[in-house]
Every structure is written in C-alpha cells, then in structure tokens.
C-alpha cells in the first residue's frame, strides 16, 4: 500500500513558542517574531511563552521569570503578534502539557533523547550551569508534548530546529502504534463507516479503496475531507477513520508537518550572531540613544585606520547590518563610498541609525498602551490560557482513554 501524502492541508493549525530568559532583541524580531506575524494571518496560530522550557537551564535563576515572562510578552504585541488573531498563553497555566509528557515518557525510548543534536551542543554552550539533569534531557520530549498537544499540523522553525520535530513525528508514530489501535479496531472502523450514512459511508468505503489498491492520491484527499466534514461522529471517530484510511492504528496523536521558515542572520554589534550571550544586542524596545551609541560605537574593516583607507565591506560587520535594513540604493552608496574611502565610517552608519530608530519608534508606539496598562496584558494572556486549556483537554480526552487510565 502507498504511503499516505506527507502533507496535510486539512491541519491548519501552527504552534511555536518562545524561552522567557531575558529581553527580546532585534535577532528575535527578524528570525521569528516576523514570521509569526505572518502565519498568524493564515493560520489558526497557537504562541506559547515556553517558561517550563527556561527552566531547564535557567532553574537557578527563577525570581527572574515573572519579570521576564510580561515583558516578552509586551514585546511580542510591540512586534505586531494579534491576540485576537493568535491563541497568546502560558505554557504552565496548562498542566496537561505536564501530563502528556510524563504519558509520552513512557514509550519514548531514552536513545531517541540523548540523540537530539542540540543536547550536546547545549551541553557545551552551557558549560557553566549543572545540566546532569532530566529536565535537561527531557526538554525535547516535553517540547513533542507541546505540539501534540494542540494536535498543530504546522511547526515554523529553522532548519537547525527540524530534527526536533522529526523527533516529535517519530514519538507520534510511535505512541500511536501502541494506543492508537485498541481491540477490535476493524470492527470499530466499520461501525463508525456505518454511523457516517449509506451515502458517505459508501463513498468513503470507494475512495479508501482507490487509495489502498491504487495509490490514488485525489482520492485519498477526498476522504479526508468527506470524514472531517461529517456531522454524526465524533472526533475520535474522525481519527479512527483516518487511521483505517491510511492502514495503520487510530491517530491519538497526529503527526506535525515542519514549515521551514526562512531565518534572517542578524548581526549582533560585532559582527557576531546577536545574543545575549555576546553582549551584542539591540533590544527590541532599546532606547534611543542607546541605539546611536552603539551603532556608532561598531568595529568596522580594520584596513580602513584613516579617512583615506579604502575598506572591504564583506569585511565590515556595519555592512551585514546594511543587508538587513538598507535598500538596493543605500546598500549600493555604501559599498562604493568604502571601496573608494569617500567618506567615513560614521556617516555609513547614519542610515542604520536611522533605519533602527525608526522601526523601533514603531515598537515603542505599539507597547505604550499596554506598558501603560499591565492588566491589559495578563487579561488578553488569561484568555489565551482558558482557550489553550479547552483544546488541551479535547486532546487528554482521548489521550487517557487510549492509555486505559479512564476508570468507570
């Protein structure tokens, strides 16, 4: 039997998230913020602030994350992010992410964990904090807890982000094999086909069978399609039925599609990837002034000691800030006034001060009302919480009931 299509346009959820372990910068802005944005006006959007995930390396420091968790959050509404759009919650006002992953801990064998890529890398990125720990280990474990959870079709991440969640596919598959059939599972997927009609459970029992024996690809999308429109069985009924469509076990738990998302590579202040770690940042919401300072402040081509040295912008780290907010004409000026030390360093660097200033203005006009007004804030992100719960609880629901742990 051909395999089922690896995507699936009848899941328009997405669901991301974001560490609360310090200030947003600009690299945040145009690596991620920006797509979110984007996705929040195609996609039914899930954004969680990932707190129990700052805890896995930051377990030392946790006065900070009240302070750190309002103020991402501000940072996310500054950057455009619509709560009346996009699903805005906390990822430990819903403790059934916590239950899932100890559920899911259970099959998920411990080589798949100490095989994640960025385990080790962390490790030694992190050289100075004690992380011998399980939440350590476990962290990519609970972050497949927090998109199945929402069942999301969609995760937006980078591509040094995708064996995350190719992992959260294979846990999936995985905990589906061993739930996701039960006890009689044909006779179940008949009675539910019956349930459906005489018509559809006619047509779906036709295009299951242009698929299984034929590889019909139309036909398959069809009878996905004919069983999520259909009003007389219920949603763990559906997944029964697409399991049965697909030859394999019910899906408890569907399978996450990646949504590669094409990261910017924002310079920090030397040059380097901006970070906090380096000490490199402009903050989103940073002041002013200080964005002058610092700007102003940049190394610059090193061959270029006096006015009259010509420099080499691919050298320059001002001329990778330039690829990021400057035009072709700008970007254009500047690389010929280097070449030809036709003027100085700091005059290159007006129209980044500019330009940052003024996309900053901009974020600073957006948070005022809610700096101004913090309950605002918790009011919009308590309402996430209680939508993020519902759908949580939709998901535990059939989750209990295929591990066995609904005692009558």
């Given amino acids: 039997m051909p395999p089922p299509p690896a995507d699936n346009p009848d899941n328009n959820r997405v669901l991301s998230g974001m560490r609360p372990t310090g200030r947003l910068h600009l690299g945040h802005y145009h690596g991620v913020l920006k797509n979110w944005v984007r996705l929040q006006e195609q996609y039914d959007c899930f954004y969680f602030v990932a707190d129990w995930h700052a805890l896995t390396t930051h377990y030392e420091r946790p006065e900070t994350m009240g302070e750190f968790v309002w103020e991402m959050v501000i940072d996310w509404l500054a950057a455009g992010v619509d709560p009346d759009k996009a699903t805005l919650f906390i990822q430990s006002r819903v403790p059934e992410h916590a239950e899932l992953h100890l559920l899911l801990s259970m099959v998920t064998p411990l080589g798949w964990l100490e095989r994640v890529p960025s385990f080790k890398e962390q490790q030694q990125k992190l050289r100075a904090a004690d992380l011998a720990t399980y939440g350590f ?7 497949s807890a927090d998109i199945l959870m929402y069942r999301a079709g969609h995760v937006p991440v980078g591509e040094d982000q995708a064996p995350h969640v190719e992992l959260t596919r294979e846990i999936a598959r995985r905990f589906n094999h061993f739930f996701g059939r039960g006890g009689d599972f044909e006779g179940r ?17 036709s295009l299951r069978r242009r698929f299984t024996e034929h590889g019909d690809r139309d036909a398959h999308r069809e009878a996905r399609r004919l069983v999520l429109s259909q009003q007389n069985i219920d949603a763990g009924e ?69 006015l009259t040295d010509p420099g080499d912008p691919d050298k320059c780290p001002v001329w990778q800030l330039h690829r990021v907010y400057s035009d072709f004409d700008t ?7 280097c070449r030809a030390a036709s003027f100085g360093c700091l005059e290159c660097k007006r129209p980044l001060i500019d330009a940052v200033q003024e996309e900053q203005a901009m974020f600073h006009e957006r948070a005022r009302q809610y700096e101004n007004n913090p309950a605002r804030v918790r009011e919009m992100i308590e309402q996430g919480c209680r939508n993020a719960r519902r759908a949580a609880a939709e998901t535990m629901e059939m989750v209990r009931a295929a591990v066995g742990a609904v005692y009558r």
């Fill in 137 to 143: 280990l476990g962290y990519p474990l609970l972050q």
């Fill in 189 to 205: 997927a008949a009675a539910s086909i019956e349930r459906m009609g005489k018509r559809a459970a006619k047509s779906y029992r």
């Fill in 238 to 306: 559906k997944d029964r039925l697409l399991g049965y469509l697909e030859g394999r076990g019910r899906a408890i738990l569907p399978e996450p599609q990646t949504l590669l998302t094409e990261a910017a590579k924002m310079p920090g202040l030397d040059g380097q990837k901006m970070s906090k770690s380096y000490d490199n940042i402009i903050a989103l919401r940073d002041d002013p002034g200080r964005v002058q300072r610092a700007i102003a402040a940049m190394p610059t081509d090193p061959a270029r000691v006096r």
């Fill in 331 to 337: 970007r254009a000026w500047a690389a010929a006034g």
